[in-house]
């Protein structure tokens, strides 16, 4: 079983910053990308970056420049550093993983945490 728990999210004013993290355990044999989705009320989720096992990172449009994935292997975690917040920058952010389980064979499995909530006020 795998599991992935975030932490770092809560409120903050427009124009501060927030770092999420994202732990991932449990029967993991190797995570492939990483990444954080976001879903505001009455929206669809969407992706707001990414990040290879290697280091290539992808952002969605509307956060280049003001925030930056990065990962620590080691310790199977993900991390969000987001500033210059705007009130639209609010909703609930999802880590997400794709790995390999420790099973044999191994299963490709497309893991998500619980979501932590980030809300800017103007």
């Known amino acids: 079983q795998v599991q992935l728990v975030e932490s770092g999210g809560g409120l903050v004013q427009a124009g501060g910053s927030l770092r999420l993290s994202c732990a991932a355990s449990?029967?993991?044999?190797?995570?492939?990308?990483m990444g954080w989705y976001r879903q505001a009320p009455g929206k669809q989720r969407e992706l707001v970056a990414t990040i290879t096992s290697g280091g290539s990172t992808n952002y969605a449009d509307s956060v280049k420049g003001r925030f930056t994935i990065s990962r620590d292997n080691a310790k199977n975690t993900v991390y969000l550093q987001m500033n210059s917040l705007k009130p639209e920058d609010t909703a609930v952010y999802y880590c997400?993983?794709?790995?390999?389980?420790?099973?044999?064979?191994?299963?490709?499995?497309?893991?998500w945490g619980q979501g932590t909530l980030v809300t800017v006020s103007s």
């Open positions: 997400n993983a794709d790995l390999y389980d420790s099973s044999w064979p191994p299963n490709d499995l497309d893991a």
């Open positions: 449990g029967s993991i044999f190797i995570i492939n990308a």
